[in-house]
């Protein structure tokens, strides 16, 4: 929503203003003033409504604890991006890694991160904690239906 005002306001508004200097100033001077200010206008609102699209995706949890995986098994809409928020409650590094989804993040104890992964095919895709994957409990599994 706040996308779609900030484009009306520098296709619509800034124009018009445009239009109202011009008259006094000449038409090619203020257009070279007003590029910049309108491509700026439309940038801060691309970032600005950034936020608001990325809260509308599926979130989903895992902690990572000292080489055990919770939960090791995640169902996912397959064909819509979504976001796995990632926990590592131990008390060393993790690193959740999926060699199939070319996903990698490591995680110092304690700390909070996430992944976003883009529309998935239906199908199931391993993940695991690098630091402990000839553990059977570091690894999980997405699903995607």
Do not use: D, E, M, Y
């Given at each position: 929503m706040q996308l779609v005002i900030i484009i009306i306001y520098s296709v619509a508004?800034?124009?018009?203003?445009?239009?109202?200097?011009?008259?006094?100033?000449?038409?090619d001077h203020m257009k070279q003033k007003l590029r910049p200010l309108a491509f700026a206008v439309m940038a801060a609102g691309i970032i600005a409504a950034a936020p608001v699209a990325a809260g509308e995706m599926p979130v989903f949890s895992v902690e990572l604890k000292d080489g055990v995986v919770t939960p090791n098994?995640?169902?996912?809409?397959?064909?819509?991006?979504?976001?796995?928020?990632?926990?590592?409650?131990?008390?060393?590094?993790a690193e959740f890694e999926s060699r199939r989804l070319r996903k990698e993040k490591l995680l110092a104890p304690g700390a909070e991160s996430f992944v976003v992964i883009r529309r998935l095919s239906a199908g199931q895709y391993e993940f695991f904690d690098d630091f402990y994957a000839s553990l059977d409990t570091a690894h999980g599994t997405i699903v995607a239906k």
């Open positions: 508004i800034i124009p018009a203003l445009g239009a109202r200097a011009a008259s006094k100033k000449g038409k098994r995640l169902q996912v809409p397959a064909g819509q991006t979504f976001k796995i928020k990632l926990r590592n409650a131990g008390a060393g590094p």
